[in-house]
């Protein structure tokens, strides 16, 4: 899961870096009528005259009740153009039709199959899963790309669980999350076989290739009687998805999505950001994290928008497509780029791209970018020195918003008002937040841990019932794990995970989000992580590890010292107060970041204090 940076200390004081790494039936594909049914009703009640989507975009009731919601809105585009777009990858765009017909190929498929349902074990542990459709347990591996989200919305379609797994998972990562969730079977592309096959194999379960893309031409996609019968029987409580956490605070635990909360997710983020169907999404983020999946696709899909895969991040590819939508020259394609959405480290690294850039190609690339609708930031901190640079260079006050594997989106800047920097925004429409103040009194007055009632809420961890009952506060409001406060305008501020971004340094809590905020603005650093060591007088030593900006970089690998504690702590003595200051450098050439760019802090403390 986590990338395995060769990590090279060019300066620890006293200190080695350690180079750790880290898819009820029979589906008919024959020209029958199209029959809807059950959680369509609303919407779509059973007919069996050719079906029209309603055009009237879907507003935020957020009590649909069907799985197929994001489906069925993916679909309503079709009665507007046949053939919109709804995934472009590889250069080939794929229409909703293809979409739909390939996912019913893939249901046909699952269908088709003897699996293995519930476990005995399991059935006790989750209840939910016996409720509604087969429930069997589905992993899709693939790269971002229309064969993946044929994969998820064909499982759906089957009654059965999406567990999308990451395709940079070592083996045995792979099977532990394949021997946890119990999977039925593993859908894949020709990429992926051999690996895929063997490790199927070894957790016992089915191993297919997800099915080439129909030519839609030929075929019409329709719902015959026994499958809208089969959707009757299932509920929106049923389990969809399984996304497992990053395991940065801990073992990856598969979170239980229902069809109802993903339903309600996606019409909350389609509202609150205002996603319609001529939104074009540019997507570079990992599927098996709730950023990739739900912000930056299904809601997008569910808006009945196109999402353009660029499976590998790539900040000259980004640039240049930007450029591509909204050339010098005013002659763009007519499927320019809209909105986007990333990671902080994202931006850093966009940034730093353009800053090599010639002073033609800077002016085009800012110029082009200025013209998307939206840019939006999140999955961890935004730095407020990458916030401004972005909007120097962009004219985009990126919108910063708070999300988690758990209840997806809660927390966002506006679309439309003041995005403030260091905060994440007000709770999304329908969410509930509360900050619980540690009782013993031992935050200051505001503080505590942020608290998230939504109807995205996740419904359980899978097979780990009392984790889950311990995740709820009496009243029903999930506990993030998050410290955090309001600002004077209710603005929600982030202080970082309790359990590795809050120091407790001599009487005082630290955030270590706040000092790395700081720290960035030096101008020989490139990146920063703040993380509290062990200390005997103090409990924790507020300990930064810097990675240098690429000529300080050059500077200090000529034994030029370009940046000691002294140095650093004389810069940010106006910045932060004396016991903020760091006490302890590390100087390294690399960050260990996983998918989603994130420092396991955990890890690196336990690493760094076995060698203190
Ligand atoms: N805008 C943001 N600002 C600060 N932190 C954020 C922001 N958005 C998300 N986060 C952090 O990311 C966390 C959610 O990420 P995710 O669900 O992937 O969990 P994780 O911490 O990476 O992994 P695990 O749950 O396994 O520990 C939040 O709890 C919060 O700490």
Known sequence: MRTSPSLKAITVFNLRRSSSSSFLHTCRLGRERLLFSNNFEALFARRTTPFRFPQARFRSSFHSNSFMEVFKAAYK??????????IRADQK??????????ALRISSLLCSNDLKTTSEKTKNENSAVLAGGCGARIGIVAKPSFEFVAGVLGT??????AVPLALSYPESELLHVMHDSDISMVLSTEDYREVLQSVAAKSGAKFSLIPPVPNVSSETTVFDQSQAEKMDGQRGEDPALIVY???TTGKPKGVVHTHKGIAAQVQMLTEAWEYTSADQFLHCLPLHHVHGLFNALLAPLYAGATVEFMPKFSVRG???????????NGNGAGDAITAFTGVPTMYTRLIQGYEAMDTELQAASASAAKQLRLMMC??????????????????????????MTEFVMAISNPLRGARKAGTVGNPLPGVQVKIAEDESGSDAAGVGEICVKSPSLFKEYWKLPEVTKDSFTADGFFKTGDTGKQDEDGYYIILGRTS???????????SALEIESVLLEHPAVAECCVLGLPDKDYGDAVSAIIVLEEKAKRDQEKSKPVLSLQELCTWAKDKLAPYKLPTRLFLWDSLPRNAMGKVNKKELKNQLAAQQ
Do not use: N
């Not at 590795?500 to 630290?510: H, R, S, T």
């Open 378 to 403: 999140g999955s961890s901190a935004l730095p407020l020195p990458v916030m401004q640079q972005w909007e120097t260079i962009t004219g985009h006050r990126l919108l910063e918003r708070y999300g």
């Open 77 to 86: 585009k079709r009665s507007m153009a046949r053939d919109s777009v709804a």
């Open 500 to 510: 590795a971004d809050i120091m407790k340094v001599g009487g005082y809590k630290l």
């Open 93 to 102: 765009s794929y229409s909703y039709d293809q979409l739909v017909s390939s």
């Open 156 to 161: 759906w379609f089957s009654g059965c669980i």
């Open 318 to 328: 980004i640039w240049q497509r930007w450029r591509e939508s909204y050339p010098v």
């Open 245 to 247: 956490t990053s395991g």
